[in-house]
């Protein structure tokens, strides 16, 4: 099949698994990465619309399975990534890391501070309705700038995401390319110490030196549709992954993490299979235990490797 020609880079048989935090996966039919908002417009609009698509972030809550992805997937790059703070409302492209928007928007003086510690790019914060301690993207998100499957470029507001726990609806095939917040003032050195005091917290209790994915599993109960914690019903992953004895179990190179059960981390050498593997496994055994269903946060894409 042919393909357009766009501007920006188009690699056919691309490996995956450099592009991913846990170091896993085949390659992609083929990688684009766009020059700019109208590069991947126009791309998007000759491309035959029976050829799928998918969108990758940095690839921090993502396993793509050792067979690959049958697709065009598209990485946003130094294009998608600026940053701008206009009075109370605070852009960013898909591409800028959630830590460097929350940074940026400290120092004019606006609180997004919850971002700071969300692995990722604002692209995929808004696509999982990321969170952290109690604030989520729901709480501040004013509207979205996609590119469309058929190369139309539109603005959605917030509310047409219908963002809940770790949930969005969004156009198939559609990219978004930057979100606008609104951020509540607050003093740049109070922000600052706000966000050192969490790097901290997140430094002590979770395996940051590893290679993970993040959270693996869902918090099985407790939250809002709009994807606000109820710490009165509060229930964790990590707890019932714990009471059913899955802490450090390893599979092949993959292992729930010794310091923070409900990260599934690569040891060395693991496969996506022995990632994936462990971690059905791990639900399985919390089944048994406690009769809850535990639901993947990470997503798994791709195809299983031929046997």
């Not at 035959?48 to 969108?55: I, K, L, M, Y």
């Not at 605070?90 to 501070?113: F, I, K, N, P, S």
């Not at 060395?268 to 994936?276: C, H, R, S, W």
């Amino acid at each position: 099949m042919t393909l357009p020609t766009p501007r920006g880079p188009l690699t056919p048989d691309r490996p995956l698994a450099d592009l991913t935090w846990l170091r896993v996966g085949g390659p992609a039919d083929w990688l684009f990465q766009p020059a700019d908002e109208a590069d991947l417009a126009d791309f998007l609009r000759a491309l035959p619309p029976e050829v799928p698509v998918f969108p990758m972030g940095v690839g921090s809550n993502l396993i793509v399975r050792d067979g690959g992805i049958r697709a065009v997937v598209i990485r946003l790059g130094r294009g998608f990534n600026g940053i701008e703070v206009a009075g109370d409302r605070v852009t960013a492209g898909a591409a800028a890391l959630d830590a460097h928007v929350a940074r940026r928007a400290a120092e004019a003086g606006r609180d997004l501070t919850f971002l700071r510690t969300i692995p990722g790019s604002i692209g995929g914060a808004v696509r999982m309705n990321a969170g952290c301690y109690g604030q989520y993207v729901a709480d501040a998100l004013e509207s979205i700038r996609i590119v469309t499957r058929d190369g139309r470029v539109e603005t959605l507001p917030a509310a047409a995401l219908n963002l809940r726990y770790r949930q969005s609806d969004l156009p198939e095939g559609a990219v978004i390319v930057s979100a606008t917040f609104r951020a509540p003032e607050g003093d740049p050195a109070a922000l600052s110490a706000r966000m050192d005091d969490q790097i901290a917290r997140r430094d002590a209790s979770q395996p940051t030196k590893d290679r993970s994915a993040g959270s693996t599993f869902r918090n099985p109960a407790g939250f809002s549709s709009t994807g606000r914690a109820d710490d009165s019903h509060e229930l964790k992953a990590w707890k019932v992954i714990d009471d059913a004895g899955m802490r450090g179990a390893t599979l092949g190179g993959a292992q729930m993490s010794p310091m923070h059960s409900n990260f599934l981390i690569n040891i060395g050498g693991a496969t996506a299979e022995d990632l994936e593997n462990l971690g059905e496994e791990v639900r399985k055994r919390v089944f048994q235990n406690s009769g809850i269903t535990l639901e993947w946060e990470i997503m798994r894409v791709g195809e299983p490797a031929a046997k």
